[in-house]
């Protein structure tokens, strides 16, 4: 069997794929570029193809199902760059994988400690050789009520590392579970937002979580409330949340590969040239605003399961995802 591997990076990935590719008896067709429609005959004669966060389109698809491509598996948790329609159109299967849990929630409470204590503005600051201590007060995290917007294997994970600091955590997710009522409390959305210092979320990108932080719910939260969103882009209504920073009723916010509109952005080099992205522009000089570019996630043990999983979810012909 031949698989297709886009988006294949020999610094990180090469290893891996090397290595479970003679424990799956499977071939690896390494593919430098992200999926185009240029480049997407460069899949022919194989079974599946594995991809990254980059958009896959029904042109795109079209080609690989000419070139007899019956699987795309994505080496990530989410799945909404993927027009799933146009797999099911083409009957191609559409799998996602697992990975570390740990990896997303370590990052997660080091994004609370930092913003918390105002680490982007001190590390900036020290940059200049400003070592003064005016504005730089930050609050213990014992002191402060954690909202947990999400309990899958992530969220659980983030409440069980919260659980050593002393704060309190409470928590929403329509589909309740066991092990996270050890590390917290379940409570209706609308209390969460209200009565959280900080709130993170851990949700899938689907209608029901779409711009669930906007203007109205904003409005709810206390003043000063800090976002972590390590999720998905589109939980938050950019704009309203860049009107909630400047007027203070948001505190502070982290957000790393999760933005709306980030697609094919992430992970490029930009330096030289204008980014095209008006709201991360506007949100990466804030001070009291993280942006990190897609980096939560990015361990050697979650990079290890997210190659194996792809490979896996291909030889098994495991299409998780539906339509």
Not at 260 to 275: A, H, N, P, S, T
Not at 280 to 305: C, G, Q, R, W
């Amino acid at each position: 069997m031949k698989i297709a591997a886009y988006n294949y990076r020999d610094f990180d990935e090469a290893a891996f794929f090397q290595k479970f590719a003679r424990e799956y008896q499977v071939e690896i067709v390494p593919i430098h570029d992200r999926p185009t429609v240029e480049n997407a005959v460069l899949a022919k004669d194989c079974e599946g193809v594995s991809v990254i966060t980059t958009p896959i389109t029904e042109d795109i698809i079209k080609i690989w199902s000419e070139a007899g491509v019956k699987h795309i598996s994505t080496r990530t948790i989410g799945y909404d760059h993927v027009d799933l329609e146009a797999a099911k159109k083409y009957g191609i299967a559409v799998s996602n994988v697992t990975y570390s849990s740990g990896s997303v929630a370590d990052y997660t409470v080091m994004l609370i400690l930092m913003t918390i204590r105002k680490m982007k503005s001190i590390i900036k600051r020290a940059e200049g050789m400003d070592y003064s201590l005016s504005g730089s007060i930050g609050k213990e995290i014992k002191d402060l009520t954690i909202g947990v917007v999400g309990t899958g294997k992530i969220g659980t994970h983030v409440m069980r590392n919260l659980s050593g600091f002393g704060c309190k955590v409470v928590c929403y997710d329509p589909y309740e579970n066991e092990e996270a009522k050890k590390y917290g409390t379940y409570c209706p959305l609308e209390e969460v937002f209200r009565i959280s210092d900080v709130l993170t979320f851990h949700t899938p990108a689907n209608t029901s979580s779409f711009h669930m932080v906007n203007a109205d719910s904003i409005k709810t939260m206390k003043d000063g409330v800090i976002l972590i969103n390590t999720a998905r882009g589109s939980i938050i209504d950019t704009p309203v949340l860049i009107d909630a920073l400047e007027s203070g009723k948001v505190g502070a916010a982290a957000l790393l590969d999760v933005i709306e509109k980030e697609l094919g952005i992430f992970y490029g080099d930009y330096k030289y040239q204008v980014i095209g992205h008006r709201e991360m522009s506007i949100l990466k000089d804030l001070p009291n605003v993280l942006m990190l570019p897609h980096m939560a996630f990015y361990t050697e043990n979650a990079v290890s399961d997210m190659v194996e999983n792809s490979i896996a979810h291909i030889v098994n012909r495991d299409g998780n995802v539906q339509a």
